[in-house]
């Protein structure tokens, strides 16, 4: 990584753990220029101003996000080509991963974004609605599908199940931090996880009573 990639690259994990911690608005300017160690001008010279310290932010992040959902899922889909069981595995290695995580997650940069939105343009909002229809989109493609397949038992749509996942997510993040326990969103993943399993499982057939 070239120096000024490397520059660009410190200023933006030092702004995202101070957006983190305390919101954007009470992330300043001369506080990231002193954290990372460059002149003013320097920083101008990355970013014009905080909306397009944002928009690099949150592309960053949703980046990210969209890489692991990549690696999760593309590794289970690699084990089986049973759709449902491929979306099951890859929700409990998700499940994992979010357990390992030193600390706990560090918070939701679109949650952040969202709840300061009269800071930032209409770029920015619109990059932040974009980032979560596309994270729904995925996550209705795997139901597609699964429900190509295994019809679902009870009659809720599609779209509000794919979106339920990205409430658990930033919900579970949210209740992770306010009662200081990781392992909660870990565990709303795999409360998710079961709702698929009992909403696509083929129903059993009852066993043949034995002959009198």
Known sequence: M????????????VAEASVLAKGFGATSIEELIAETGIT????FYHFRDKNELARALLRRYVETDDRIFDDV???????????????LV???MLADLLSDLPGGHPGCLV???CYQERLF??????LNRQSIESWNARFRGYLDDIAALYPPRE????DVMAEMLSCIIDGGIIMAKVLND???LADQVLAYRAFIKMQFSPAQKAAPMAAE
């Open 40 to 43: 003013k001008s320097g920083f």
């Open 73 to 87: 899922f593309g590794r289970a889909a690699d084990l089986t080509d049973d759709p449902l069981q491929a979306f």
């Open 155 to 158: 009659p809720i749509g599609l």
């Open 121 to 126: 343009d209409r770029d920015v909002v619109a």
């Open 90 to 92: 890859g929700l409990k």
């Open 182 to 184: 990781p392992q909660r």
């Open 2 to 13: 070239r120096k000024g990639e490397a520059t660009r690259e410190r200023i933006l994990e």
């Open 111 to 113: 949650a952040s974004i």
